[in-house]
């Protein structure tokens, strides 16, 4: 007898970031350096591009993939020259991962301080053009007190 399979994939979410980088096996070194990503398959092909790869942030993962310059939808945010979508990563403690991507090579864009809906956050950008806010939350505030 053969077990069902699954709709959504032991160890996903039903989100899952995917992202095209400009040297995706570079971001994988820079990922598990600055956020302590682990490295959970890697596919590439003949001439060494990430083909599709996952990564795992906490309990969460991330796809990602080389950029492939002659399809449109392929494209880096190095090669567009900047990211529609930043990515939010809830940690422990924001200040030491923080410091942890800088000195990784990450480069800072809001330094972490903390927030009236009652995060401390920062954000930075990696080396690859994509958009982190770290955060770690510091005290529950109802709704109607962050508007």
């Known amino acids: 007898m053969t077990e069902k399979t699954r709709g959504i994939p032991e160890g996903h979410h039903a989100v899952t ?8 096996a570079d ?7 600055a956020f302590g990503a682990a490295e959970m398959m890697r596919v590439t092909d003949e001439s060494g591009k990430v083909r599709h790869a996952e990564i795992k942030i906490g309990d969460s993962r991330v ?9 449109p939808i ?9 990211t529609a979508v930043h990515i939010f990563l809830y940690v422990e403690d924001a200040d030491t991962l923080f410091a942890q991507a800088i000195d990784a ?3 800072e864009l809001m330094p972490v301080e903390d ?3 009652g995060d ?12 982190w806010w770290i955060a770690t939350r510091i005290r529950d505030v109802p709704l109607e007190d962050i508007q």
Request: no cysteine.
């Open 17 to 24: 970031p995917y992202l095209i980088i400009k040297g995706a």
């Open 27 to 33: 971001a994988i070194t820079f990922y598990k350096k």
């Open 63 to 71: 796809m990602l993939v080389d950029e492939f310059p002659e399809h």
């Open 74 to 82: 392929m494209q880096s945010p190095v090669s567009l020259g900047g």
């Open 105 to 107: 090579g990450a480069e």
């Open 115 to 117: 927030h009236v809906e």
């Open 120 to 131: 401390r956050r920062g954000g930075v950008t990696d080396p690859f053009g994509h958009i």
